[in-house]
């Protein structure tokens, strides 16, 4: 098996698990590219993990506050969840991913809460996602004054899970052609 990965990577990995923000309990497995788990994804329309090496290029919703979202949990009680997306890349193209729940809670290493309450824990989990994207300033990673930050290609090192959603209903639409049920859909994970 050739690694395709370690033709563009520009890390070791040893030098990766050093400069990567992220860290995975998958580290003996392969990197991917995107554009291979965009194909094997749309090939296959099976659920799948792969390990990537990519950087984080932007994420929605685009203000803090609204990282998490209310929820209602199984028992009928409400709770806050994160959930995010994040647009990653590569060499080889682009992929946006969902973040969210326990897994958000495992990288940013906080509690989902209501943000719009909790100014400090909004500005933890900015900070860190600004550094995830490679900016560097003062230690909230907004760059401080303006002018003050500055970039960092930040690579990192994250797990992806494939899975398709099936639709609400038992009827399908026939117009839909597949469309967004079908789709193949990531979510970050570990």
């Given at each position: 098996d050739r690694n395709e990965v370690s033709r563009w990577a520009p890390l070791t990995r040893e030098a990766l698990a050093r400069e990567s923000r992220t860290k995975t309990r998958h580290s003996r497995r392969p990197f991917t590219t995107l554009r291979a788990i965009r194909c094997a994804a749309?090939?296959?329309?099976?659920?799948?993990?792969?390990?990537?090496?990519?950087?984080?290029?932007?994420?929605?919703?685009?203000?803090?506050?609204?990282?998490?979202?209310?929820?209602?949990?199984?028992?009928?009680?409400?709770?806050?969840?994160?959930?995010?997306?994040?647009?990653?890349?590569?060499?080889?193209?682009?992929?946006?991913?969902?973040?969210?729940?326990?897994?958000?809670?495992?990288?940013?290493?906080?509690?989902?809460?209501?943000?719009?309450?909790?100014?400090?824990?909004?500005?933890?989990?900015?900070?860190f996602v600004h550094k995830l994207m490679g900016y560097v300033g003062d230690e909230s990673g907004h760059g401080g004054e303006e002018g003050s930050g500055s970039y960092k290609v930040a690579w990192q090192d994250l797990c992806l899970f494939s899975f398709f959603l099936e639709p609400k209903s038992s009827t399908k639409n026939e117009d839909d052609e597949g469309g967004f049920w079908n789709a193949c859909h990531f979510h970050i994970f570990d």
């Amino acid at each position: 098996d050739r690694n395709e990965v370690s033709r563009w990577a520009p890390l070791t990995r040893e030098a990766l698990a050093r400069e990567s923000r992220t860290k995975t309990r998958h580290s003996r497995r392969p990197f991917t590219t995107l554009r291979a788990i965009r194909c094997a994804a749309g090939a296959t329309g099976t659920p799948d993990k792969y390990r990537v090496l990519a950087r984080v290029m932007g994420y929605e919703p685009a203000q803090p506050e609204h990282f998490c979202k209310k929820m209602r949990r199984a028992d009928g009680t409400k709770a806050y969840t994160f959930s995010m997306r994040i647009r990653l890349e590569d060499s080889t193209g682009e992929l946006d991913a969902v973040l969210w729940a326990k897994d958000a809670e495992t990288l940013f290493q906080l509690k989902a809460c209501d943000m719009r309450q909790n100014e400090q824990e909004m500005d933890e989990v900015a900070g860190f996602v600004h550094k995830l994207m490679g900016y560097v300033g003062d230690e909230s990673g907004h760059g401080g004054e303006e002018g003050s930050g500055s970039y960092k290609v930040a690579w990192q090192d994250l797990c992806l899970f494939s899975f398709f959603l099936e639709p609400k209903s038992s009827t399908k639409n026939e117009d839909d052609e597949g469309g967004f049920w079908n789709a193949c859909h990531f979510h970050i994970f570990d």
